[in-house]
């Protein structure tokens, strides 16, 4: 694309100047400097700049040597930035910028534009191969590593009190119908604390499948459970509960699932001290105003004086709850129970072969 020089003229002056075809009567419309151009259309001044420099956009100059933008050249500069945020860089935005100056009012009317958008996905084509790839490698390193801590994790588990086996006489929760009405819904903007040491607005999850597990509360030495906490049924085996979801965790992630989160209502302190305690390789969302039990209304349980939640799990997929857990019994084995429904209900990319579990447990 080759644009001619601007000239330098009195604002008075009509100029004619036609570098690609184009007239501009100058005395008959409003001139806009780069500050009023950058505030229509949101590009900065920088960008501007950067315009101008591959040839892009010509201003003209007054006699104090300020840059004049005319109607036709701040529709170029609006283009041209609608395009970038596509994906066209600015040194293959000429045959854009040339199908506007011919007179068109689109900047892709022209058929060497249509080769510029052919050549820009083909870019962004051969980038999702190579992150897809990349992608396969390190969840493959995440299961091998899985694997081979495995061991180590279930020599420490055996050490901590609060990790015993759970005992066979249990009793199973009933399913009550409290979850009914979640399938479908989109997840609120209710944004959480987590123990990565950041925010979580779970109405902005993204695009793909999230897990969000829900637990009610975990044991510790310095507290004493709820009075009658073990007799209310399935109530008991959070700990054991965060183990199952992190022993499969390199499972979850070969099925499909972008992101793992659980979550409960106790403090965030508690949470982090939680994390470290069962190692944890995924965030735990700290909920303590129990505001999903507004919206979309997740059920919750009273012990004594304390409400928590229930025991559940929310599949997200693309903001929306897909499936719902619940109840959850044991809460030792729930880990399978999703990764069998997710090999029962594959989407692109992760088949059911991907989504078997097998019998091994993965960290």
Request: glycine share 10%.
């Amino acid at each position: 694309m080759t644009v001619g020089k601007a000239p330098e003229f009195r604002e008075s002056e009509i100029v004619d100047l036609s570098p690609r075809g184009w007239v501009y009567g100058w005395c008959m419309e409003k001139l806009l400097r780069s500050g009023e151009v950058a505030a229509e259309t949101g590009v900065s001044v920088k960008a501007l700049r950067g315009y101008e420099d591959h040839g892009l956009v010509v201003p003209m100059r007054g006699e104090n040597g300020y840059r004049l933008y005319g109607r036709h050249q701040v529709n170029v500069v609006t283009q041209v930035h609608r395009l970038n945020a596509l994906g066209i860089p600015l040194r293959d935005m000429a045959a854009f910028v040339d199908c506007l100056n011919a007179g068109s009012v689109h900047a892709d009317a022209c058929p060497s534009t249509l080769t510029e958008y052919r050549r820009a996905i083909e870019r962004i084509d051969a980038t999702i191969t190579a992150l897809t790839q990349q992608r396969t490698l390190l969840v493959g390193n995440l299961s091998t590593a899985s694997r081979r801590m495995l061991g180590q994790m279930e020599e420490t588990d055996a050490a901590n009190p609060n990790l015993a086996p759970l005992s066979g006489d249990l009793v199973a929760p009933n399913d009550d119908g409290a979850t009914d009405h979640l399938p479908g819904m989109l997840m609120p903007s209710i944004v959480l604390p987590s123990t990565d040491n950041d925010d979580v607005d779970l109405g902005d999850l993204g695009e793909g499948r999230v897990l969000i597990y829900v637990f009610p509360m975990t044991g510790s030495p310095e507290q004493d459970m709820p009075e009658g906490w073990d007799a209310i049924p399935g109530a008991r085996g959070c700990s054991p509960h965060n183990c199952d979801m992190r022993n499969h965790y390199a499972d979850l992630v070969q099925a499909g699932v972008r992101r793992v989160f659980g979550l409960s209502s106790q403090p965030g302190s508690y949470q982090q001290a939680l994390v470290g305690a069962l190692r944890l390789p995924y965030p735990l969302l700290t909920d303590e105003e129990l505001s999903l039990a507004a919206d979309p209304g997740l059920p919750t349980l009273t012990a004594g004086d304390l409400t928590v939640y229930r025991r559940l799990a929310l599949l997200i997929r693309d903001g929306r709850i897909e499936h719902v857990f619940y109840p959850v019994f044991p809460p030792d084995q729930h880990a399978g129970v999703v990764l069998d429904w997710l090999a029962n209900h594959p989407v692109d990319g992760f088949s059911e072969q991907s989504a078997g579990h097998g019998t091994q447990n993965h960290y």
